[in-house]
């Protein structure tokens, strides 16, 4: 089955930075797209960040455009997301979950890493 | 990129049918059949129940189906069991190649 495991959360404060990790495993990690999907306290779902199988190309929300950056090394079966200038709306669980294969929906999602912004 | 709409709640007894309803625009879920469906209980993560408008992954039951017309795509649970109490979430790939999800809907099992 198939098992992601995200790391790195913590509190930072605002204007800080994070970074965090996603350690894949029980699938070809190689072969898939990723991405980053994230959920305020008590609040629904915001998709954050895609980046394509190979790190070819990658795509984000405009409310985290230029702040954050997503990237994998497919060596160590392991995605990232560098998120710099954070803001207290950036707090929130973050999850990687895996693109299906063939594209466009999330087909699983690690448990989550709580990311709290605050002085 | 707006959330798409989603009732706050919809509710149903045993055994009934319920329709969760996902109103977004001509640039996600108008445009694209790329509309996927997500279940969560509280405390989890999400988890794929319908993806590219009416297709399951393998293991779901079959008691949930998703339908689209127009800008509008619609989740379907028939023969309501205790378990599908949850939150649901839509979610549409968009004309800019990202993705918005919906608002929400907590589904309640009277």
């Known amino acids: 089955q198939v098992q992601l495991v995200e790391s790195g959360g913590g509190v930072v404060q605002p204007g800080g930075s994070l970074r965090l990790s996603c350690a894949a495993s029980?699938?070809?990690?190689?072969?898939?797209?990723m991405h980053w999907v994230r959920q305020t306290p008590g609040k629904g779902l915001e998709w954050v960040a895609f980046?394509?199988?190979?790190?070819?190309?990658?795509y984000y929300a405009d409310s985290v455009k230029g702040r954050f950056t997503i990237s994998r090394d497919n060596s160590k079966n392991t995605l990232y997301l560098q998120m710099n200038s954070l803001r207290p709306e950036d707090t929130a669980v973050y999850y990687c979950?895996?693109?299906?294969?063939?594209?466009?929906?999330?087909?699983?999602w690690g448990q989550g890493t709580l990311v709290s912004v605050s002085s | 990129q707006p959330a798409l709409t989603q009732p706050a709640s919809v509710s149903g007894s045993p055994g009934q049918s319920i329709t969760v309803s996902c109103t977004g625009t001509s640039s996600d879920v108008g445009g694209y059949n790329f509309v996927s469906w997500y279940q969560q209980h509280p405390g989890k993560a999400p988890k794929l129940m319908i993806y590219d408008v009416n297709k399951r992954p393998s293991g779901i039951s079959n008691r949930f189906s998703g339908s689209k017309s127009g800008s509008t795509a619609s989740l379907i649970i028939s023969g309501l069991q205790a378990e599908d109490e949850a939150e649901y979430y839509c979610?549409?790939?968009?004309?800019?190649?990202?993705?918005?999800f919906g608002s929400g809907t907590k589904v309640t099992v009277l």
């Open positions: 029980r699938f070809t990690f190689s072969s898939y797209g």
């Open positions: 979610s549409s790939f968009t004309s800019t190649s990202t993705y918005v």
């Open positions: 979950a895996k693109d299906r294969g063939g594209g466009y929906s999330h087909d699983h």
């Open positions: 980046i394509r199988y190979d790190g070819s190309n990658k």
